[in-house]
């Protein structure tokens, strides 16, 4: 099976304007999370898409935003670019085999460099 | 609140010893504890992972222990490899997000 894909690899912004991730998770799998990773906080969870509903939402303001279609692939967008907002994004896949049995799987990830 | 610490935050050993890295959580209705491997440049790959009604596992050089009680768990790498080298990360699942450790930098020398 191909792994979770994330497109673009590299972009780089300025401050102000607006971006938006893409990532497909592996086949089969309906749920996709997204990460933001930095130096400074490390792994930081934004938020959770499940059969194309947002399930849970991490501490983040509103200009980060994401959705899930209906083939399982999401996008997620941030809105009014700040300098802080450079980091790895990443979007795990999530294979839910039954009770306990949820397995997290992280593609490359998408650098991002605000200027 | 949930809440990972991870020690040490640098690790260095010789080719061949072992490496031990240990994780303490807060959430007690936490049931999955994953480790994740990240090299430079590439995404977090899963290395293993324990549940709940496990107390250990391991995988050829890795094993992993969890202590409900005390809420710790450990990764321990065996016979430790230059390809070893990497940042490795601890997680716990609370609700539907995975929670993570500040990472350990391994260094394996050769």
């Known amino acids: 099976k191909a792994g979770v894909t994330q497109t673009p690899r590299y972009l780089i912004k300025t401050r102000g304007q607006q971006v938006t991730l893409s990532c497909s998770p592996i086949?089969?799998?309906?749920?996709v999370s997204w990460y933001q990773q930095t130096p400074g906080q490390g792994l930081q969870f934004l938020f959770e898409?499940?059969?194309?509903?947002?399930?849970n939402k991490g501490n983040f303001p509103g200009r980060f935003s994401g959705r899930q279609f209906s083939n399982s692939r999401s996008e997620m967008n941030v809105s009014t670019l700040e300098l802080g907002d450079s980091a790895l994004y990443l979007c795990?896949?999530?294979?839910?085999?039954?009770?306990?049995?949820?397995?997290?799987?992280f593609g490359p990830g998408t650098r991002l460099l605000v200027l | 609140g949930e809440n990972v610490e991870q020690h040490p935050s640098t690790l260095s050993v010789q080719e061949g010893d072992s490496a031990v890295i240990k994780c303490t959580y807060s959430?007690?209705?936490?049931?999955?504890f994953p480790w994740y491997k990240q090299e430079l440049g590439k995404g977090p790959q899963l290395i293993i992972d324990?549940?709940?009604?496990?107390g250990e596992k391991k995988d050829q050089r890795i094993a992993v222990t969890l202590n409900k009680t005390a809420k710790h768990f450990s990764l321990h790498i065996t016979e430790t490899q230059p390809e070893d080298s990497a940042v490795y990360f601890c997680?716990?699942?609370?609700?539907?997000?995975?929670?993570f450790g500040a990472g350990t930098i391994l260094r394996v020398k050769s």
């Open positions: 795990a896949s999530t294979h839910r085999g039954g009770v306990l049995q949820e397995t997290q799987y």
């Open positions: 086949s089969g799998h309906r749920s």
């Open positions: 898409y499940f059969s194309e509903t947002q399930r």
């Open positions: 959430d007690s209705a936490s049931n999955y």
């Open positions: 324990i549940r709940s009604n496990v």
């Open positions: 997680a716990q699942r609370g609700g539907n997000k995975l929670v």
